[in-house]
């Protein structure tokens, strides 16, 4: 694993009004490396993915992927550098097939014009060919084979997520942003999750960037952890220092001060406000 | 119930998916080369109108159905292509020649209406076309040197190379011949990444961004080619009416236009060309039943828009697919008989919609 980062955020900062969404953020992401943003919600993680995929800008500060600034690329540019990302909330083409979702993801990779499109030339037809093997080296991967034809609107939540995530492997990234891969899915299906994760690592070598709330799945796949709380940086180092971190506990739990208040002298009667 | 096995990915790109296809095309194209020996002259005379509203459906199907941009002024792109035509066929240009210029004058103010569609979106694209509806007509009307004003302008029969085309049979060929490589054109569009550009931006904008399509170059695309397909519409009508006026172009041209394509089935090519036989055989099929229902309804004034206005509240509430989706489901109905399920095409609601990135 190399040490030059892939994608580098500098003292980004958002400010939506008189809300600081994010509050100077700085991380490295290495290349190879599954990097994970967790936080509490409204931390700032999804805020922080959008201005990678430059759905916003930032106030201030700056973001380079593979030496090149972003914040001057128009967002639809971000894809062809080999940025892909899945949503939250599962974004498909929900009245096409999976198919066809997959293939929307080859964009990036088209090479037929306007005209050989209209024609249909052999040069179309060709790059559609090509287009399909992709798809299909994807949908084998990811055991997407029963569901190539189906219509996204029909499929289960499950298996839309893995839609989602196979249509982002298709347009080939360098960088996978994931925005909770694992939300809405069951013990087994986020356990499947965790294996494609590594998959996507180690076999395709694809470096990933995702925000994620299961632990579990964070302590199996990641290499570093980032924890956010307010827009701003808590800590960062690996799943398990981070988990123990004093500032991420706070943030998740509250402090060790406010237990206490709460905690009853040995032998005192419970506190009942009635009796009071 | 048809089970196609696949064995390479050719079969998903081709046009005909299977040998039903092959046939049934075959069969409807057959149809239509006899077309001008089996059916009278006004039929025929029908089906050529037939035939040029369905390739204007096709363009506007392209910039509704596909790119999910609602244009309230397409008639518009319809007069320009049919003034451009008259106005250059009376010049002596051959047919060729001035149906290239309509549908590139068409496409070229397509194109200058669809640069406010990369700002204004819904509703607000909707004026800006109707809008703009009304100014090309109020120009078609005041630009008398030009366009004849409101008395109108008589159109020659067209030309190609010499070839005069002026019986009604020639013509409805020549129809047929644009209307088949306008079908050809979409359908290619429409398997080939521009045709998915085209309905990833129908379907979520913010996700087409981030799969890499340029938004504003596919949005103005849209409207420049189904532009011109009106535009080549326009000019395939003024040489059918040999007369055109300004008052042909208006907003109720447009709406007809709109409601042809949405009462065919917004989204699918057939669905073009069902509105197209709808459009052109309502008015008929009002003046048939006029004579069988009591003068008070049969007679008064504006029947055939309340009639127009009840078919397109009717489908919009009971079938918002369309002719072509009642079709779909009707063939359902046939392949799984009897296993057909109420059910079937009930579409999911789905869920969490609310975070959408807007």
Redesign the interface.
């Known amino acids: 694993m190399s040490t030059t980062p892939l994608l580098s955020a500098r003292d980004l900062t958002v400010r939506f009004g008189g809300v600081l969404a994010v509050n100077q953020v700085s991380f490295d992401v290495r290349e190879g490396e599954v990097f994970t943003l967790i936080g509490p919600n409204g931390a700032g993680k999804t805020t922080v993915f959008n201005l990678i995929s430059r759905i916003y800008t930032p106030t201030s500060g700056s973001i380079s992927f593979a030496g090149q600034p972003l914040s001057s690329l128009p967002p639809h540019k971000v894809a062809s550098l080999g940025i892909a990302r899945t949503f939250q909330n599962i974004e498909l083409f929900e009245h096409a097939s999976v198919l066809h979702n997959l293939l929307i993801g080859r964009h990036t990779h088209r090479q037929t014009g306007l005209w050989s499109d209209l024609f249909f030339t052999g040069k179309a037809r060709e790059a559609e060919l090509k287009a399909r093997e992709k798809a299909e080296e994807v949908i084998d991967f990811l055991d997407l084979q029963h569901y190539r034809d189906s219509l996204v609107a029909g499929l289960p939540y499950g298996i839309r997520k893995v839609v989602e995530l196979a249509r982002a492997l298709c347009t080939e990234p360098k960088l996978l942003l994931l925005d909770e891969p694992s939300s809405g899915l069951n013990v087994e299906e986020t356990d499947d999750m965790a294996f494609w994760i590594q998959d996507i690592q180690q076999e395709l070598g694809i470096t990933v960037l995702m925000v994620e709330h299961d632990m579990g799945l964070v302590s199996k796949v990641s290499d570093r952890v980032l924890a956010m709380n307010q827009g701003e940086v808590l800590a960062m180092g690996s799943p398990r220092e981070v988990q123990s971190h004093p500032g991420v506990v706070e943030a998740y739990l509250g402090t060790i001060d406010d237990v206490s208040n709460l905690r009853r002298p040995a032998g005192a009667p419970l506190a009942r406000p009635e009796a009071a | 119930m048809r089970f196609i096995f696949k064995t390479d990915?050719?079969q998903?790109?081709n046009l005909a998916k299977h040998g039903g296809h092959v046939f049934w095309y075959s069969a409807l194209m057959l149809l239509l080369l006899a077309a001008p020996w089996l059916f009278a002259e006004y039929w025929l005379a029908q089906l050529t109108f037939v035939l040029i509203y369905a390739i204007v459906g096709l363009g506007l199907m392209l910039l509704a159905g596909f790119t999910g941009l609602f244009s309230l002024g397409h008639a518009a792109f319809l007069g320009v292509g049919a003034y451009t035509q008259a106005v250059l066929t009376n010049l002596g240009l051959p047919f060729p020649i001035a149906l290239a210029c309509a549908a590139g004058l068409s496409a070229a103010v397509g194109l200058v209406v669809g640069l406010p569609a990369l700002r204004v979106k819904g509703i607000y694209l909707g004026m800006a076309t109707l809008s703009f509806g009304f100014i090309v007509e109020e120009v078609l009307a005041r630009w008398e040197s030009v366009t004849g004003g409101n008395a109108g302008i008589h159109v020659k029969a067209p030309n190609i190379l010499g070839w005069k085309l002026d019986t009604g049979t020639e013509f409805y060929f020549l129809c047929l011949l644009l209307a088949v490589a306008a079908t050809l054109?979409i359908l290619?569009?429409l398997?080939?990444?521009?045709?998915?550009?085209f309905?990833?931006i129908r379907?979520?904008e913010?996700?087409?961004?981030?799969?890499?399509?340029?938004?504003a170059y596919y949005k103005t695309?849209s409207f420049a080619l189904s532009a011109a397909l009106a535009g080549v519409g326009g000019a395939l009508y003024a040489h059918k009416l040999q007369f055109i006026s300004p008052d042909q172009f208006n907003i109720l041209q447009s709406i007809d236009l709109l409601l042809m394509i949405v009462i065919g089935g917004l989204?699918s090519v057939h669905g073009a060309f069902l509105g197209a036989i709808f459009l052109i055989s309502m008015p008929q099929m009002i003046a048939l039943s006029k004579d069988y229902l009591p003068d008070a309804i049969g007679q008064a004034p504006g029947l055939q828009g309340v009639v127009y206005g009840l078919v397109l509240i009717a489908f919009v509430l009971f079938e918002p697919l369309g002719l072509y989706g009642r079709w779909l489901k009707v063939r359902t109905w046939l392949q799984l008989f009897p296993f057909y399920r109420k059910g079937m095409f009930k579409?999911?609601k789905?869920f969490?919609?609310s975070?959408?990135?807007k």
């Open positions: 990915y050719g998903d790109i054109g290619n569009l398997r080939a990444p521009t045709g998915r550009a309905v990833a379907d979520s913010i996700l087409a961004q981030s799969k890499g399509i340029h938004l695309l989204g579409r999911q789905s969490q919609k975070d959408r990135l």
